[in-house]
């Protein structure tokens, strides 16, 4: 939350301390589900804010889930917040899965096959859509849901290859599957055998992680820590996506995620102070670098993750913290990463290592990246283009010179990808095969001579 709309008299003066609606930083506006009297004590309006936000989220989630099977999908869209769409697509991509397992079980065989075409159709809509005239954050909400469209696309398609017939099967059990009980109107997210409460932090109208299958063995790693009252400690070289994918899952829970860079300067006071202000606001940590913390002082960190964790087991409401009794929320998450094998890095101490579920992390998938970013862009033809264009950038890493302007790595490949989306969009009739800027005659995305691409690169970034 970044700013509130405050209510104001007909010169259109602000005349009251009484919030109405909440912005993101990214502009995007929510009503909020009452009014909000943001007078008195700072630490006690502050707490009926937080009371309102949640609210108010979750009543934004109450009438969207309901709402989803009056109008076609493309115009509810625009009628919730970003956050609140994306949720319910996946409430709703869940519940339409296992209506079609249903299906199978009484004999229908096509029921799977059926959905997956629905799917296609669903997503060609919304890449129509992204080529379109659209606002900023109406492009970025569309983008987003592109986003995990496809990856629930291929996940029905891949179920149908390997003819998965049950909702038990662990293929679909894998899955972060997020749903809606009736009964006591909230929203769970269920992986494997753990299951999480939406936490209904308002995250604005935020871009989400393309998700391959290294992001979700690390999902079920990091939930299953979780269920188990443990911490997660994604390691592996740099690029691999160890943070963004602990943000990620944060945003998929609805929960706030705070990441710190660790330095050798960190002593165990500051670090508890930290933890401190996590338990009390169930929000979660990730501490990049960890290990370059020194030896002492992750010794007493052991101490004090084991003190919240203790808490979480034992269902307390409040502990005792570094001899302050303060309250717990038990949705806190510490999570710490760590690049392996660099020089001045410390090795854990077996008292902190019991502490932390460790998950190896890998170089991700770069095609399927890239396929799943161009449709996201308003490519429909994306697989084919991924192939030629990964195989143009494999070429260019392994065949030029290392230098250390030439850059060949993901985020390299995602600002080309962001200037051809744009290309696409400022010519949409042009075939997708042939974007390219208006000032140079070689396409952008492939067949063209790695001279020509180190020129475009270098003019366009």
């Not at 108010?56 to 709402?67: C, D, G, H, L, P």
């Not at 090795?347 to 190896?360: I, Q, S, V, Y």
């Not at 993901?410 to 000032?439: F, T, Y």
Request: glycine share 6%.
């Amino acid at each position: 939350m970044a700013a509130l709309k405050f209510e104001t008299d007909s010169n259109g003066e602000v005349c009251s301390k009484n919030a109405l609606n909440m912005f993101s930083k990214d502009g995007e506006e929510v009503e909020l589900a009452y009014v909000c009297d943001c007078d008195g004590q700072v630490e006690v309006w502050l707490n009926r804010l937080l009371d309102c936000m949640v609210d108010s989220v979750r009543k934004q989630f109450t009438e969207a889930v309901v709402a989803y099977e009056e109008k076609p999908r493309d115009q509810w869209l625009f009628d919730f917040p970003a956050q609140v769409a994306l949720c319910g697509t996946q409430i709703w991509w869940t519940t339409e899965v296992n209506i079609a397992f249903a299906r199978l079980e009484e004999g229908y065989e096509n029921a799977l096959k059926d959905y997956n075409k629905k799917q296609i159709q669903q997503l060609n809509q919304l890449i129509t859509m992204l080529i379109s005239k659209l606002s900023k954050g109406d492009r970025q909400k569309i983008m987003t849901i592109c986003t995990i469209d496809v990856h629930a696309r291929d996940v029905v398609a891949k179920m149908i290859l390997q003819k998965v017939e049950s909702s038990q099967a662990f293929m679909w059990l894998s899955q972060l599957r997020h749903r809606w009980d009736d009964n006591d109107k909230n929203c769970y997210a269920n992986i494997c055998d753990a299951q999480f409460k939406y936490s209904y932090e308002y995250l604005g109208n935020t871009a989400r992680l393309v998700i391959t299958p290294l992001t979700d063995r690390c999902y079920i790693t990091l939930t299953q820590s979780l269920h188990l009252t443990m911490s997660g400690a994604p390691a592996g070289p740099a690029g691999t996506g160890k943070t963004e994918t602990t943000k990620d899952l944060g945003r998929a829970l609805g929960i706030m995620v705070y990441v710190f860079n660790c330095s050798e300067q960190m002593d165990y006071k500051s670090i508890g102070n930290i933890y401190k202000g996590l338990a009390q606001s169930g929000a979660w940590g990730c501490f990049d670098e960890f290990n370059r913390i020194s030896v002492e002082v992750l010794s007493v960190v052991a101490v004090q993750v084991k003190t919240i964790q203790d808490a979480i087991k034992d269902k307390k409401k409040r502990f005792n913290f570094l001899g302050e009794e303060i309250s717990l929320i038990p949705t806190v998450g510490i999570f710490i990463t760590m690049n392996p094998g660099y020089a001045g890095r410390a090795e854990l101490p077996e008292n902190l290592k019991a502490l932390f579920r460790p998950c190896a992390m890998v170089v991700p998938d770069f095609e399927l990246i890239c396929e799943i970013m161009l449709v996201s862009e308003g490519f429909l033809d994306s697989r084919l283009l991924a192939r030629k264009f990964i195989t143009l950038y494999t070429l260019c890493r392994e065949l030029l010179s290392k230098q250390d302007h030439y850059d060949w790595g993901l985020r390299a490949i995602k600002s080309v990808l962001v200037v051809a989306g744009a290309l696409k969009r400022g010519d949409p009739d042009r075939p997708e095969d042939q974007v390219r800027s208006s000032n140079c005659s070689s396409n952008l995305l492939y067949d063209l001579c790695v001279d020509d691409l180190i020129l475009q690169l270098t003019g366009f970034l």
